[in-house]
């Protein structure tokens, strides 16, 4: 086995790392639909396990519910168990031909479970890859020690692969930032349902006001002298004072309150 030989294989087992990632992130419920959740189940047809995708045909029903259609009618039963006995925790119901699988809503404490769970993987991937390069630089070694390469070919494989292992811990990273969003977005989007919610059914805000209540509104000018205008403003008890600054009839600034020491440094004050 070559150098080159070596360093080939070794990305290419790092790219496979990769993709097992990607694939074992498509099993972490995030409480939004997405066919990719089942993919990897295998059902018993007839003796032999085969992917549920050979069997059935996935689907999206809602933003919550995913439907699974079995080619053959006797298999409907199998599948649903299969998807029952699963890992994933999730209860279908059957309806004719077709099987719904409603996804459970994503709670905070879910959510945070969800994102070590993330993180753990992340980090078991990144400790994949670093033995892979591990192992190269012993092989490398190898064909040092047997004089089939130079020392200086050894200290330029090495930087090669470390530069390969590199791209691939920042490749993880990419990989463990996209699924944190996505399952920072998903709960996101569920406290937005919940709260519309609230609002349409219940007459009720997050704030606790009714739907004809409106916050107080203050407002007073011309409290920094040294700017041709200013103003602060309130809206409500919890919000913060906005401070806005005019010079010659252009803005200026606009800022928190508590930005004042910076707008001071900046002598627009």
Known sequence: MTVADIISQTQHKMGRTIETLR??????????????????????????????????QLGVGDARTLTVQPWEKNMVAVVEKAIRNSDLGLNPATSGMVIR??????????????????????????????????????????????????????RRAETEIQKITDRFIGEVDKVVAEKDKEIGNAFKELQRQIVRRRILTED?????????????????VDIVPRVHGSALFQR??????????????????????????????????
């Open 101 to 154: 699988v409603p996804l459970p809503p994503l709670t905070e404490e879910r959510r945070r479970e969800l994102t070590k769970v993330v993180k753990g993987m992340g980090e078991d991937a990144k400790v994949a890859v670093r033995n892979l390069r591990r192992d190269a630089n012993t092989h490398v070694d190898r064909l040092c020690k047997d004089k089939e390469i130079s020392e200086d070919d050894q």
């Open 204 to 220: 009720y805000r997050i704030d606790g006001r009714g739907l004809r209540d409106i916050r107080t509104l203050s407002a007073e």
């Open 23 to 56: 694939e074992d992130f498509t099993k972490i419920r995030t409480g939004r639909a997405s066919t990719g959740l089942l993919e990897h189940i295998m059902v018993d047809y007839y003796g032999c396990p085969t992917p549920l995708t050979q069997v059935a």
């Open 236 to 269: 409500g008890d919890g919000l913060p004072l906005l401070l806005r600054l005019q010079r010659c009839g252009q803005h200026v600034a606009a800022a928190d309150v508590h930005d004042l020491p910076r707008l001071q440094k900046a002598e627009l004050l």
